[in-house]
């Protein structure tokens, strides 16, 4: 850690940010929100009558799929990602909030609250704390061993991606070691295992029922188109979230932080690992939205609770921030970001 | 729950993980129908008059579905303020059956609604709420209404012992009395005396209650002043044990009523309340807090110092409530605070008055809280 950095000044200056952006915070988000799941509705649904009239014209099932892709991104990003986080509870509307809030992915949201909410968002970045850092399946940095499985770790990377819904869906199984492996001493699971393997399936079964029996049926004669279409959606938003998130946290600058250095951490230390351990992503309004405001990781990772629709305002204030204190702000086009992360996955393939 | 609940219920969580399909499908809906909503009735504002500096009141048109009232029963009023949606509970004070001159057509509800301390939502309300807007209301509640009694046994006296705005429901009974009589429904002719105290001004209603004096002949209505020398002693002294009274304001108001009555050997029995600030926790000196907890439906109290965090505080109780990061940043420790003041430790922040979910990690207790883990 840098200790020429005054982090009571950085955490009182960051600490005012979002008091000041808080007070703001009221009927615009909240129009905000409504109006993004009304598209959201609006896509899911005009996709999938759009793929049963493939038959029409082909071109009507490919804006379908296209359209279904849409719907399910915006679910799954700016929809599912924020409310879970709990961006929307002061809203106080029974239908978005982190409680009862659940998303259109195979992974069940307490599950990921836990894993991601809670030990992502604190442990960003710690080696052997923050189970994101290469998903326990990617070397990422030279924290792990070289292991042979490495080489080939590009098409184990490009695999996750296509299967992104059940990754998240099985990270926590994973890392508590349910079905493979020992678990590690030092992990103390509030849910016991059994718990966990039955959401895991009864998530992971509806959504399957859902997208590759129910509507598919529902099509009739035209399963086939349905299947097909809605198989290609979920692989559309499983690649765009997959690339997204990566670009968020292993661009080449990207930190990574021992479990040494974070103990006893100040409020300070804390937003100057979360500065650190993000990188943004520039681009427009649409592709913002698309991305659930992950294209603002930095502003997210310092505020995970701040309305995503925020992040656009405070980013130039934080930028003005860390400048003040030498902190070093990580934000590229999409294309440089991207091509970070695969030299990063390429370069730590090998020893 | 019947079948179609049932499968409505089943479908929405399996295909949309909503707790029904009309939650799931409102967005779009209301782009349609704005007055629609999954789980509450709606109400469209009719009109919304100041009757006083600090009293609002509000006319309502509920849609058809919404259960009919009965005189005396109150109704939570949610209405969205600046993103939020915030509810309350308000008496309604006119009666099931009224007729209203401006509406001859529609079915009109009234809320007579006083700015209190935590002004969050009535300041919210004049601003925000305008005639032609919507509104939701749970369905209408309480057990505070005229028995079958008044009718049936016409011997029993009827004493209305109001403080400030609990006249409300009181307007509603009296309303439903003068349309009884005037259908000559109502039986009795004994007495029925109305104690009114409020500050000297503030007494709402009084054209309306000269007029149901003279509707109602039997009635009689006493508007009193505590600082120009009224006294509750007084004013309740000729109460006749077989009185059946209705008394509605403060709690501190309800207790001073009822020692009166004990000393004049009013039986209990013969007594209905309803008082505003729910039976107050409580207020513990040198930095401890009552909080009243709900696990998993069952019901604790506590004393927690107020210097320490919510969680630290229930921790130490023994109590193991869900947690994460213990920074305010994970939302694991969240909880749904049903009533009581908390302040956000990371933004200094006071809550509001009403339900709303809050983190433990970083909330102190200001005021007696329930909670529910």
Wanted: include cysteine; hydrophobic fraction near 40%; proline fraction near 4%.
């Amino acid at each position: 850690m840098n200790k020429n950095i005054n982090f009571e000044l950085l955490a009182n200056e960051l600490d005012d940010l979002k008091r000041q952006t808080l007070s703001e915070v009221g009927a615009t988000d909240a129009a905000y929100i409504r109006k993004v799941i009304v598209w959201q509705r609006a896509l899911e649904w005009g996709g999938r009558v759009l793929l049963m009239l493939g038959f029409i014209h082909p071109l009507c099932w490919v804006v379908g799929v296209l359209s279904l892709a849409s719907a399910k991104i915006l679910d799954n990003m700016e929809i599912g990602h924020n409310v879970l986080h709990g961006q929307y509870d002061w809203m106080n509307d029974p239908h978005i909030n982190s409680r009862q809030f659940d998303w259109d992915i195979a992974c069940d949201g307490k599950s990921w609250q836990r894993i991601h909410n809670y030990e992502h968002h604190t442990y960003t970045n710690v080696i052997g704390k923050d189970r994101d850092f290469g998903y326990g399946l990617l070397r990422l940095s030279n924290d792990f061993a070289w292991r042979v499985k490495n080489l080939w770790q590009f098409i184990t990377y490009v695999n996750l991606s296509m299967l992104f819904q059940w990754g998240v869906s099985y990270h926590e199984l994973a890392a508590e070691r349910v079905f493979m492996g020992k678990k590690k001493q030092d992990r103390s699971s509030k849910v016991d295992a059994s718990e966990l393997k039955r959401r895991f399936f009864s998530k992971g079964g509806k959504q399957l029922i859902k997208d590759y029996l129910l509507f598919p049926l529902l099509a009739g004669p035209l399963f086939l188109w349905v299947i097909c279409g809605n198989l290609i959606a979920n692989l559309i938003r499983n690649l765009w979230t997959s690339t997204i998130i990566f670009c968020g946290h292993f661009t080449t600058d990207v930190h990574t932080f021992s479990q040494a250095e974070c103990e006893n951490e100040t409020q300070g230390q804390w937003y100057y690992r979360q500065a650190l351990g993000s990188s943004n992503i520039l681009g427009g309004k649409l592709f913002h939205i698309f991305t659930g405001h992950l294209s603002f990781q930095i502003e997210h990772h310092l505020f995970p609770d701040l309305p995503s629709s925020r992040y656009q305002q405070v980013a130039p204030q934080v930028v003005a921030i860390f400048a003040r204190h030498g902190i070093a702000y990580h934000t590229g086009p999409f294309l440089r970001q991207y091509s970070q992360v695969v030299k990063r996955i390429l370069r730590y393939s090998l020893p | 729950m019947n079948l179609l609940t049932r499968l409505n219920k089943v479908t929405a969580k399996t295909l949309f993980h909503t707790e029904s399909l009309g939650s799931y499908f409102e967005p779009l809906i209301q782009r349609v129908k704005p007055a629609w909503r999954a789980h509450w009735f709606r109400a469209q504002v009719l009109s919304v008059k100041p009757l006083r500096d600090d009293v609002l009141q509000l006319e309502l048109a509920p849609q058809k579905s919404w259960p009919q009232a009965k005189a005396g029963q109150h109704v939570l009023l949610t209405v969205e303020l600046n993103g939020r949606l915030m509810t309350r509970p308000f008496s309604i004070s006119s009666s099931p059956e009224q007729h209203h001159a401006q509406y001859p057509k529609t079915r009109v509800i009234r809320l007579t609604i006083k700015h209190n301390a935590d002004g969050a939502f009535t300041s919210g309300l004049s601003r925000h709420i305008t005639a032609g807007c919507y509104v939701n209301l749970s369905a209408p509640q309480g057990d505070f209404v005229l028995g079958e009694s008044v009718v049936d046994l016409p011997e029993t006296p009827l004493w209305f012992v109001a403080a400030g705005s609990g006249i409300t429901p009181f307007m509603a009974m009296l309303h439903q009395l003068a349309l009884s009589i005037k259908r000559s429904v109502l039986q009795s002719s004994s007495p029925i005396q109305l104690i009114y105290f409020a500050k000297a001004g503030e007494h709402l209603y009084v054209d309306e209650l000269t007029a149901l004096a003279q509707q109602i002949p039997q009635l009689s209505v006493k508007m009193l002043v505590r600082k120009n020398g009224d006294s509750l002693a007084a004013a309740l002294q000729e109460c006749p044990a077989a009185s059946q009274v209705l008394i509605c304001g403060p709690g501190k108001f309800k207790q001073d009523v009822d020692c009166q009555l004990d000393a004049i050997n009013h039986p209990p029995q013969h007594r209905q309340a309803e008082y505003f600030q729910a039976p107050v926790l409580p207020q513990t000196d040198n930095g401890h807090q009552h909080i009243q907890l709900t696990q998993r439906g069952k019901q604790t109290q506590l004393i927690l110092a107020t210097n320490d965090t919510l969680l630290n505080g229930l921790e130490l109780q023994g109590i193991s409530a869900n947690f994460g990061c213990r920074i305010g940043v994970c939302h694991q420790c969240q909880c749904v605070k049903k009533t009581g003041v908390v302040r956000n430790l990371r933004t200094g922040e006071l809550s509001q008055q009403g339900e709303q979910l809050i983190q433990l990690c970083i909330s102190q207790a200001v005021s007696p809280l329930e909670l529910e883990l």
